[in-house]
C-alpha cells in the first residue's frame, strides 16, 4: 500500500485507524453535539459541542446560522434546517464514497452528489392534519468521473447506503428523546 494519498484519503491512515477500533472495540465510539441558540425570530445560530472519540476530546470551534426563507419567515439569508440536514447526508455519504473508492485505487477526477426531497408544507403549518410533516422520499445521485466503471462506482454506492452514519440515521428509525431543563 502507498503512503501516498490517492484522491487526497491517506489510506495507511485509515488502514491504521480501523486496526485500533478492531482491537480496541471502545476507541471506536463517537459523541456528538451542538447548541442552538435562538437568535431572534426563525433565526438560530448552532454551535458544535466538542467531539470525543474513543473518550479523547476533540476540541471543535465552529458555528453556523440557520434561517428560513421570506415565505416561512425569514429573510433568505441563511440556509434552512432542510438544506443541513440534506448537506449532513451528502458530506457523510461523499466521505464514504471517495474512501472507499481509494481503497480500490480507482482515481476520481470529480464527483457531484445531489440530493433532494419535499416537503409537504400543510402538514408542518397544520393545515392538513393528513399531510405528512418531513420528508416522504429522499432521492440522491452520485454523477462520477474517475478511472472506475459504472459497476464499480454502484458497488461503492451500494456499500455507502450500508455504512454511511448520516444515511442511515435518515433512512432508518432512530430513537429521540425530548429532556427540558
Known sequence: MSSLPLNG??????AAYTQVITDHPEQA?????????????VHSEIRTL???IGGKEVVKDVSFH???PKELLGNNAYPTPQDYLLGGM???????????????NIKLDEVKLTIKG?????????VDADAPVGFAEVQFNFAVKGDGSQAQYDEIIAGVQQSSPNYRTISDAVKVSAIVT
Open 90 to 104: 451528502a458530506g457523510c455519504m461523499m466521505v464514504g464514497f471517495v474512501a472507499s473508492a481509494s481503497a480500490r
Open 118 to 126: 419535499a416537503l409537504n408544507l400543510r402538514g408542518f403549518l397544520n
Open 29 to 41: 465510539i463517537s459523541e456528538y453535539g451542538i447548541v442552538a441558540e435562538w437568535r431572534g425570530g
Open 9 to 14: 484519503i491517506k489510506l495507511d491512515d485509515l
Open 50 to 52: 466538542n467531539q470525543y
Open 66 to 68: 440557520v434561517g428560513e
